[in-house]
């Protein structure tokens, strides 16, 4: 039988991870199969264990499971510990391995393929919510002059300051705060886009030649996207890049072997 591994959400019949986890399979020469499981909402650890009962090797973990699976898991990763969600377990010796890849797929996102380097930069993150808490580690190990986060709800994003303050240089700000301010990378990690709208920002964010980038992705530009490029962003990204860096680092974890990400992308683009 081929090692088996699985998506597990809820719903989960748009999840693109199995098609991304074929493609890696089939170029790094792995025999497995992946496939993509719909957990009942009352019964993320019951599906879990039954797919560990017949074989199964690691799975990922998408909305809304993510923190079922952070209390789930027997260990932790620092990373997953910290972004307080889980979306790559891997069953290995009766033991339940929580990771989260999200953050460093962004990094890996926003480093290589679009080759931005990180570290002395001013970066902004938006949004203080679930998405936000998973890539505030990575970002902070990039080592950038200034991680600076905000927040409709500005409580929140004086917890993440709190909690994060001892890995970097990390300061909450309030959206009035900006008016003389610029970064030179822009994060969007709210839900906003989802509603076609976007966190009130003022124009003069955006730094000379920043990189404006949402981890939302969808067939149009975002409404975050179209915002920077009016502001005059020639460098804009969706998330696209970032959901298949994080699957390529789950795969990496399960198999050992790191897939190319730059063909997926492009194939994940075209359609
Ligand atoms: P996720 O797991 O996707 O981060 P979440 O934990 O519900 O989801 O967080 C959503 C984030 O998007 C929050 O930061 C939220 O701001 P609030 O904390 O003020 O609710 C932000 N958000 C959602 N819609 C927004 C909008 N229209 N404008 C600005 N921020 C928005």
Redesign the pocket.
């Known amino acids: 039988m081929l090692d088996q591994y699985a998506v597990i959400g809820n719903p989960i019949s748009h999840s693109q991870s199995p098609h991304i986890h074929a493609l890696f399979a089939q170029q790094t020469g792995q025999s497995l199969q992946y496939s993509a499981l719909l957990a009942p909402l009352d019964s993320f650890p019951i599906t879990v264990f039954d797919f560990i009962n017949k074989g199964g090797r690691g799975a990922n973990v998408t909305l809304p499971f993510k923190l079922q699976a952070h209390q789930l898991a027997t260990r932790l990763t620092e990373r997953a510990s910290c972004a307080q969600a889980v979306n790559t377990l891997t069953f290995e010796n009766n033991e339940i391995i929580g990771d989260n890849t999200d953050g460093i797929g962004l990094v890996h996102d926003i480093t290589r393929n679009l080759t931005v380097n990180l570290a002395s930069k001013r970066i902004l993150l938006i ?6 808490r998973g890539v505030i580690l990575p970002l902070l190990q990039q080592k950038p002059l200034s991680l600076t986060i905000t ?3 500005f409580d ?1 994003a004086e917890a993440l300051q709190q909690q994060f303050q001892s890995y970097g240089n990390i300061h909450a700000r309030s959206l009035d705060h900006f008016i003389d301010q610029s970064f030179d990378v822009v994060i969007n ?4 886009s989802l ?1 076609n ?3 009130d920002i003022p124009v003069n964010i955006f730094a000379v030649d920043a990189l404006a980038y949402d981890m939302m992705y969808s067939k149009e530009p975002t409404a975050f996207l179209k915002f920077a490029q009016q502001s005059g962003v020639n460098h804009l990204s969706d998330g696209i890049g970032m959901l298949v860096e994080q699957a390529a680092e789950s795969f990496y974890i399960w198999r050992n072997v790191r897939p190319e990400t730059k063909p997926v992308i492009a194939l994940l683009k075209s359609q």
């Open positions: 949004g203080a919510g679930g998405a936000s927040n409709r709800t929140k990690a709210t839900s906003a509603q709208t976007f966190p």
